[in-house]
C-alpha cells in the first residue's frame, strides 16, 4: 500500500527565506506527482505536476524536483513571502488494481511565513 | 472557463435530510471526483467518473449517491447521513481518466450533520 510522509508537520519562518519541503512516497511505481496548496477551509490548488519521468517543475518562485528511484520530492519556496501561508499537500498517482489512476495525498505542511 | 465550481459553499442538514452537492466544470474534461477531507487531514477520494460513467467506488456507503447527469456536472446525493460524515466535500476534474493528468480542484463544500 503507497503512503505518503511530508516532513516537516509545520514550518515558521520569517518573510525572506527560502525554504524546502519534503515528500517521500514508500512505492516507486509512480506515474506522477503533485504540489497543491490549500488555505484553511478552501480547495485545493495545483502548484506544480511532475510527470515520472520529469526530474524537476519550475513555477515561479516555486521549484519541484523529484528523484523517483529513492521515492522523494522536494517543494523550494524562493523568497517567501506572507502570502504563502497555507498547508502544501505532495499526492502521488499510482497504477494498478481498482485504484488506478487514485491520488494518495501526504498529511500536508502547514507553512506559515511571518512578516 | 478555467475553474470548478462547487455549489452550496456551506450546507447543513439533519441526519433524516436529504440533500445534494453541485459540481461544475466547463473546460471539458472527461474525468471527475469526489473528494472527502476532515478536518487537519489530507483528502481522501470516494468516487472517479470517466467519461460520465462511474469508474471507482472507494467503498463507500450507500447514503452518499454520486451522479453524473453529461460531462459538465457531477453530483453528490446524501440522505440519512451520519454526525461523523460532517467533512470538507471536494470535487476534481481532469482532461482524461488514468494517472498522467493533472486533477484541478474546486473550493469545496462545508458539510455540517446535525
Known amino acids: 500500500k503507497q503512503e505518503v510522509t511530508q516532513i516537516p508537520a509545520a514550518l515558521s519562518v520569517p518573510e525572506g527565506e527560502n525554504l524546502v519541503l519534503n515528500c517521500s512516497f514508500t512505492d516507486s511505481a509512480i506515474y506522477n506527482l503533485q504540489w497543491f496548496r490549500q488555505d484553511p477551509g478552501k480547495g485545493l490548488t495545483s502548484l506544480l505536476l511532475?510527470?515520472?519521468?520529469?526530474r524537476e517543475q519550475t513555477s515561479g518562485r516555486l521549484n519541484a524536483s523529484l528523484d523517483k528511484s529513492s521515492g522523494r520530492s522536494t517543494l523550494y519556496i524562493a523568497a517567501s513571502q506572507p502570502g504563502d501561508s497555507a498547508t502544501y499537500l505532495c499526492a502521488v498517482t499510482h497504477a494498478g488494481g481498482t485504484s488506478y489512476g487514485k491520488l494518495t495525498f501526504g498529511q500536508g505542511t502547514i507553512l506559515t511565513v511571518h512578516p | 472557463d478555467t475553474e470548478v465550481t462547487q455549489t452550496p459553499k456551506h450546507l447543513v442538514m439533519g441526519m433524516t435530510n436529504k440533500k445534494s452537492l453541485k459540481c461544475e466544470q466547463h473546460?471539458?474534461?472527461?474525468?471527475m471526483y469526489w473528494y472527502k477531507q476532515k478536518a487537519k487531514k489530507p483528502p481522501e477520494l470516494m468516487f472517479v467518473?470517466?467519461?460520465?460513467?462511474?469508474?471507482i467506488n472507494e467503498s463507500v456507503p450507500s447514503r452518499f449517491s454520486p451522479e453524473c447527469p453529461n460531462s459538465s456536472l457531477l453530483n453528490l446525493h446524501l440522505h440519512a447521513l451520519q454526525p461523523e460524515d460532517s467533512a470538507l466535500y471536494l470535487c476534481a476534474s481532469s482532461h482524461y481518466p488514468g494517472p498522467y493528468n493533472e486533477q484541478f480542484f474546486g473550493p469545496g463544500t462545508r458539510l455540517t450533520v446535525l
Open positions: 511532475i510527470q515520472s519521468s520529469q
Open positions: 467518473y470517466s467519461y460520465e460513467k462511474l469508474s
Open positions: 473546460m471539458g474534461h472527461r474525468a
